[in-house]
């Protein structure tokens, strides 16, 4: 069965600093997605970024990005400059891919807080 | 609609009662995902849908829950003989694919179970 860790339960940050989120996962498919979820208090995950495994190059949405290391089952995410709209729960999540019905499996979370 | 819809938002029940959560996923959507959360913890899955058919139920925890998806759209969560330990936030899901990319979330129906 996939597991996916997430080891820093919270996290905090400066207003305008950078921030790493760690997650690592276990599986033994070779082919799946990735992704790192942002819930807010309004309870409603919000996709931040995803990677597809088959992809060497690392995922950059505006002020997130993503190291991705295949070999060492890490999908971390960084994010730059951050606001205070950042503080959030976020989940890092996994999915195997071309397989029907194949359902997002998730981390525990961890905490943002941004500090002003 | 634009999103994923769910209701109620909250929902305040007596242990022993009967409840129904509904989830009305992204239009032209065939795959629908119901998670529960508990507090503080990442969603666990529930049940997924792939049209009409419960394709996926091996996350229900008893036989007190059941979900229905009638028509292939609109889902309805079913919790009979409710507990405390049911207390949760219980999150649907949508997708335009069941074997690619991501899913797509409502927010959440909170049960209390008092």
């Known amino acids: 069965a996939q597991t996916v860790t997430q080891s820093q339960p919270e996290m905090s940050v400066q207003e305008a600093e950078t921030v790493t989120l760690s997650c690592t996962y276990d599986?033994?498919?070779?082919?799946?997605?990735l992704f790192w979820y942002k819930q807010p208090p309004s309870r409603q995950m919000i996709l931040v970024i995803r990677?597809?495994?088959?992809?060497?190059q690392n995922a950059t949405e505006n002020r997130f990005s993503v190291n991705f290391q295949k070999a060492a089952k890490s999908f971390s995410l960084k994010i730059s400059d951050s606001q205070l709209g950042d503080a959030a729960m976020y989940f890092c999540?996994?999915?195997?891919?071309?397989?029907?019905?194949?359902?997002?499996?998730f981390g525990e979370g961890t905490q943002l807080t941004v500090n002003p | 609609g634009a999103g994923v819809s769910q209701t109620p938002s909250n929902k305040v029940t007596e242990k022993g009662k009967y409840v129904e959560l509904r989830c009305d996923p992204i239009?032209?959507?065939?795959?629908l995902y119901w998670y529960r959360q508990s507090l503080g913890q990442g969603p666990e899955f529930l049940i997924y849908?792939?049209?009409?058919?419960?394709?996926?139920d091996s996350g229900l925890p008893n036989d007190r829950f059941f979900a229905v998806r009638p028509e292939g759209s609109v889902s309805t969560l079913k919790i009979q003989r409710t507990e405390r330990g049911d207390s949760a936030v219980y999150l649907c899901a949508s997708s335009p694919s069941p074997t690619a990319g991501e899913l797509f979330f409502g927010e959440g129906s909170r049960l209390t179970v008092l």
């Open positions: 849908f792939q049209g009409t058919g419960a394709a996926d």
């Open positions: 999540a996994y999915r195997a891919r071309g397989t029907s019905g194949s359902r997002l499996t």
């Open positions: 599986t033994s498919e070779s082919d799946y997605y």
């Open positions: 990677q597809e495994a088959y992809k060497q």
């Open positions: 239009s032209g959507h065939t795959a």
